[in-house]
Nanobody, 124 residues
Framework: VQLQASGGGLVQTGGSLRLSCAAS????????TAWFRQAPGKGREVVVA????????YTADSVKGRFTISRDNAKNTLYLQMNNLKPEDTAVYYC??????????????????WGQGTLVTVSS
């Protein structure tokens, strides 16, 4: 499985961005998928995660009400819609996929496949 992330950039506080993650080699609908981020000097943290059955996505408290994960099965592409962005959202964002059990959805080590990362910078 190959993942290609795109859509990062520079945005002002309060702005919006949509990240995309195009997959090849396997249908994303058969895998647990997630977006992680890593800020300078910090570890990789989960932002949102989506199970195979597309129900009850996990959303980190820090982005609840602002970030939404979605999946287009026809395009085999994962999205992250980010609204009301804040400077603390500045990070490299990674898409990930794998055969991950629910209890491990927030653990980056549980994911088999990773995109290359896309930088999101939010200016104050």
């Amino acid at each position: 499985v190959q993942l290609q992330a795109s859509g990062g950039g520079l945005v002002q506080t309060g702005g919006s961005l949509r990240l995309s993650c195009a997959a090849s080699g396997r249908a994303l609908r058969s895998l647990t998928t997630a977006w992680f981020r890593q800020a300078p000097g910090k570890g990789r943290e989960v932002v949102v995660a989506l199970k195979v059955n597309n129900n009850n996505p996990y959303t980190a408290d820090s982005v609840k009400g602002r970030f939404t994960i979605s999946r287009d099965n026809a395009k085999n592409t994962l999205y992250l819609q980010m609204n009301n962005l804040k400077p603390e959202d500045t990070a490299v964002y990674y898409c990930a996929a794998g055969s991950v059990i629910t209890s491990s959805m927030t653990n980056p080590d549980a994911y088999n496949y990773w995109g290359q990362g896309t930088l999101v910078t939010v200016s104050s």
